[in-house]
């Protein structure tokens, strides 16, 4: 009897620490959040005004704006120029969190059959791997989360090819008519050659 007290409490502790953890991340990410409506508003304002110069057909690196980057940063911000700049970081970030969410599910499916693992241990995976990187998503969420916003699409991408491999052909037209969908809108706003 003593032991099964012993695992009881065991396992209330244990879900009390992952229930702190994750709100620990929601708050760590609602703060980024607010660090972008309320104070700085990070680099998607450059993106963006990069993404409309190649909308309008404009030299890119006028007044050696944004010469680090080559010009697919700037196709890849193009969409975003149908919204303005506010309403784009508004769209960005959230999309960006879920793309995150989206590629830690990815890494699962794809890794399930070499690597199975159970719940918990899922659990503590992701978290030491989101921990072991949060430096680097905490400052990407802190513009905006535009590069994590490109490593789901690249993610998605892959996930799409390895369905496709496994039969899967419904799930894979599905994820690459989202990535069709998300830069549709750039087909009929690029200048004409």
Known sequence: MAETVTLAAWDRRA????????????????????????????DLPYHWEWGRRFVAGEFLYTGGFHI????????AYAPLTALPVQAAQALVFPLAVAGL???????DRLTRRLWPIDRPGLFWTNAAALFLTSRFLLH????????????????AGIGAAVAAARGFPRVAGRTLSLSRWTFGALAGRLPAA
């Open 15 to 42: 879900i009390l620490l992952r229930r702190s953890l994750v709100a620990i991340c929601v708050f760590a990410v609602g703060f980024q959040w607010a660090t972008i409506f309320f104070g700085r508003h990070g």
């Open 68 to 75: 680090p980057y080559r010009p697919f940063w700037a196709m």
């Open 101 to 107: 969410a989206v590629v830690v599910w990815i890494l």
């Open 140 to 155: 990407d969420l802190a513009h905006s989360g535009g590069n994590s916003l490109l490593l789901f699409l690249v993610w």
